[in-house]
């Protein structure tokens, strides 16, 4: 398969479910339309990336691509810019829930189906310096919402509903069966 994404963690949670993966990122511009919603805003996403990678393949191959975002006060956060920046979405996350919206698309010649996966996380209450360690320490700064639920960010959950997988960037059973329906309809 062609992973249409340049997140290490996505190549990952692939290869541990045995694919061969190739990558090939794509570089679709991450800006919201005025008055896009946040899922339709992944969805439209993962869309543009399967569908810029997948126009310049000479292969049959299947391609996958994804878009994780953070939301809060039905406020989009995706990676922050820089330090202050990820210290404001912490102290917006901070003692309260929030939703994590993945998306994701397959496509193969014309045939293209999108999913998406939301999954609720509960922080702790955070203080200033508890925060200010956790971005010194760099891990915010490549992910939405600026934390890794699946590094030393793990330390900033109390509670999380729903997917794992779908926080760390792909909801990897929704994503796999999706494949093997595309597969038995194409027989
Ligand atoms: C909330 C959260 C996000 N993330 C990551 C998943 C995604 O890689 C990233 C969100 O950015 P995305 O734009 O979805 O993905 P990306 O920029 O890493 O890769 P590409 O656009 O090429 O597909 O945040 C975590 O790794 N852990 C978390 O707990």
Known sequence: MILASGSPRR???MEQMGFKVHVRPSDIPEIPDENEGPMAYT???CEEKARSVSSNL????WVLAADTVVVQDEKILEKPGDFEHAVSMLKLLSGRWHEVITSFCWNRADVLRVESVTTRVKFWDLDAK??????NSGEPMDKAGAYGIQGLGGLLVEEIEGSFHSVVGLPISHVVRMLNALESESK
């Open 43 to 45: 969805r439209r996403l």
């Open 58 to 61: 000479d292969s049959d191959l």
């Open 11 to 13: 190549r990952e949670m």
């Open 130 to 135: 508890t925060i200010a360690d956790y971005v």
